[in-house]
């Protein structure tokens, strides 16, 4: 009988395993993946640079910045998309700002903009 109950035990605890495992695994790769650009995002630093021209028209803004550490970049003038429209309201050539830009979809976005001090 205490061999049963041995045997029993040890089956039990090896179908636990599996389950344990499950649970402490993401939901999906592609949920994994989205927290994964969300922390991205937030931890990314803002980089320093100058307006140069922004075409609202055009959803776009010129800015002459310093180097983009999450991007790997050095520092030149560039022509990026804006992730909001209204951003551009905020700025007019000339004006100093720390800005935060990301690959989505494919092109380099600013995704948050701000005076300098």
């Known amino acids: 009988m205490k061999k049963v109950s041995a045997l029993l035990v040890v089956l039990a605890a090896a179908a636990?395993?599996?389950v344990v495992a499950?649970?402490?695994?993401p939901a999906s790769p592609a949920m994994d993946?989205?927290?994964?650009a969300q922390k991205g995002a937030a931890a990314s630093p803002m980089a320093d640079g100058e307006v140069k021209k922004v075409d609202k028209d055009a959803g776009k803004?010129?800015?002459?910045?310093?180097?983009?550490?999450n991007l790997d970049m050095p520092?030149?003038?560039m022509v990026f998309r804006v992730k909001?429209?209204?951003m551009l309201e905020q700025v007019k050539a000339g004006d100093k700002v720390k800005f935060n830009v990301e690959k989505l979809n494919?092109?380099?976005t600013v995704m948050a903009i701000e005076a300098a001090n």
């Open 22 to 25: 499950f649970a402490a695994a």
């Open 84 to 86: 909001d429209p209204a």
């Open 75 to 77: 520092g030149m003038t």
């Open 33 to 36: 993946s989205a927290d994964s």
């Open 106 to 108: 494919g092109a380099l």
């Open 16 to 18: 636990a395993i599996p």
């Open 61 to 69: 803004i010129t800015i002459k910045h310093g180097p983009l550490a």
